[in-house]
C-alpha cells in the first residue's frame, strides 16, 4: 500500500461487539480487539495514506450463518428478525455499497470508523 | 459510483441547512447521484445561489426558506416540496447553529434557542416528512451530527447537549419506523473547511492548525468529501444500514 501511494483496510467485525453473548465470549474478544486494533491502525498509518474502518454485520445469510434453507441456524434467525427493525435478516449484497464507498476515493475522510451495518439489531433488547 | 445501488433518479431530497457549507457540498453529491433536490436555508440571497449552483450542474433544485425551529414554517416547507415534486425520500438534517459560551455565563434563552435550532428542528423536520415517506413506500433520513458527541468541548456544551439528543434520537427513530421501511442514521464529521468555521482565509479558526496536526488524515474535510457516505446513505445500497452512528472526520476524534 506504501507503494501505492495509500491503501484502504476495512476490518469486517460483529456487531457483538456492541451486546453480548455468552457462549461467545472468544468470539467477542476477537472482534472487540479488531474494533479497537482497527482505530490504532487508523491513526498510525494515516500519515501513510492508509485509511482503516471496520464494518460490523449484524446477521447475514452466509454458509456460516444460513437464515433459510435446510441448514437454517434455528429459531435464533426468526427472533433477531422480529426485533431488527428492518424486519429481515441481511444478504451479502447489502454490503456492495458500503464496500465500494470504504474502497474508494469517496471515503478519503472516513478513518478509524466503527460502522454498523446490522439492520438496526443491536438497537433491540 | 455507477453501481446502479448509488442511483437517485426519481428520488426527492430535502436538505436543511442546504444553502451553504456541508449542506450544499451533500446536495451537489445526492444531485450528481440523480436526486431532485430541495435546499432549505433561512438566507434568501445564499439559497438563489445555492439553486443557481445545482442548475448549473443540471440538477432539478428548488429553494425553501425556513426558520427550522418553527413548526409551522417547517411544516410549510415540507409541504412546498412536496407539492413541487411530488414526494419526499430522503431528508438530512443539517441545519444547525454553534457558537462558544461557558455554561456558567449561558441565559436560559440562550440555551434553549441552542436546543430549538440544533435539536427541535430534527423532531420537527422528521415529523413532518414522515406521512410523505410511508406515502413512497420508505425513506431515508441523515441527521448529520458532530463528533462532539465523542469528545468534550468546555465552551460547547449547549452544542454537544444538542447534538448527543440527536444521536439518540437517530437509534430510537431507527427502532420506531423501521416497520414502515424507513432508515434512520447520523454522520458525525469533523472539522470540515464552510463558513461556519473557515479552515483558511481571514478568517479561519484558530485551531485548524492543531486539529491538522493530529488528524490521522493530516487534513480537514471539505464538503465534497461527504459526498460519497451521503449518496451510499440516501441510497438503496443502504437498506441494511439503519441507527447507526458513522464518524467521519479523518480519524480526529482518535487523537488525544
Not at chain 2, 38 to 60: C, S, Y
Amino acid at each position: 500500500m506504501i507503494k501505492a501511494g495509500g491503501g484502504k483496510i476495512i476490518n469486517v467485525g460483529s456487531a457483538i461487539t456492541k451486546k453480548g453473548f455468552g457462549k461467545l465470549v472468544h468470539y467477542a474478544a476477537a472482534k472487540g480487539g479488531m474494533d479497537h486494533m482497527t482505530q490504532s491502525l487508523a491513526r498510525a498509518w494515516g500519515k501513510d495514506n492508509i485509511q482503516v474502518n471496520a464494518v460490523l454485520p449484524g446477521l447475514v445469510h452466509t454458509e456460516m450463518m444460513p437464515c433459510f434453507g435446510p441448514d437454517k441456524i434455528g429459531p435464533v434467525v426468526d427472533y433477531i428478525t422480529k426485533k431488527s427493525p428492518v424486519g429481515r435478516y441481511g444478504m451479502p449484497d447489502d454490503f456492495e455499497g458500503l464496500s465500494v464507498l470504504l474502497s474508494s476515493e469517496a471515503s478519503s475522510f472516513i478513518t478509524g470508523s466503527i460502522i454498523v451495518a446490522d439492520g438496526g439489531m443491536t438497537l433491540a433488547i | 459510483m455507477n453501481n446502479t445501488k448509488f442511483d437517485l433518479t426519481g428520488k426527492v431530497a430535502i436538505i436543511t441547512g442546504g444553502n451553504g457549507g456541508l449542506g450544499l457540498g451533500i446536495a451537489k453529491g445526492l444531485a450528481i447521484a440523480g436526486a431532485k433536490v430541495a435546499v432549505v436555508g433561512r438566507n434568501q440571497e445564499k439559497l438563489d445561489n445555492a439553486v443557481k449552483e445545482l442548475e448549473a450542474m443540471g440538477a432539478d433544485a428548488l429553494g425553501v426558506s425556513c426558520d427550522v425551529g418553527s413548526e409551522d414554517d417547517v411544516n410549510r416547507m415540507v409541504a412546498t416540496t412536496a407539492e413541487h415534486f411530488g414526494r419526499i425520500d430522503i431528508l438530512f438534517n443539517n441545519a444547525a447553529i454553534s457558537w462558544g459560551i461557558p455554561a456558567e455565563d449561558m441565559t436560559l434563552d440562550q440555551w434553549n434557542n441552542f436546543i430549538v435550532n440544533n435539536l427541535t428542528s430534527c423532531f420537527l423536520t422528521c415529523k413532518a416528512v414522515f406521512p410523505h415517506m410511508v406515502e413512497a413506500g420508505g425513506g431515508k433520513i441523515i441527521n448529520v451530527g458532530s463528533i462532539i458527541t465523542k469528545l468534550g468541548f468546555g465552551k460547547l456544551v449547549h452544542y454537544a447537549a444538542a447534538k448527543g439528543g440527536m444521536d439518540h434520537m437517530t437509534q430510537s427513530l431507527a427502532q420506531g419506523w423501521g416497520k414502515h421501511n424507513i432508515h434512520v442514521n447520523a454522520l458525525l464529521p469533523g472539522l470540515v473547511d464552510t463558513e461556519m468555521m473557515p479552515c483558511e482565509g481571514p478568517n479561519k479558526v484558530p485551531l485548524v492548525d492543531v486539529i491538522v496536526k493530529k488528524t490521522p488524515v493530516g487534513k480537514y474535510g471539505v464538503p465534497e468529501d461527504f459526498y460519497g457516505i451521503s449518496v451510499m446513505l440516501a441510497s438503496e445500497s443502504s437498506d441494511f444500514i439503519t441507527g447507526s452512528i458513522i464518524v467521519m472526520d479523518g480519524g480526529l476524534s482518535l487523537a488525544i
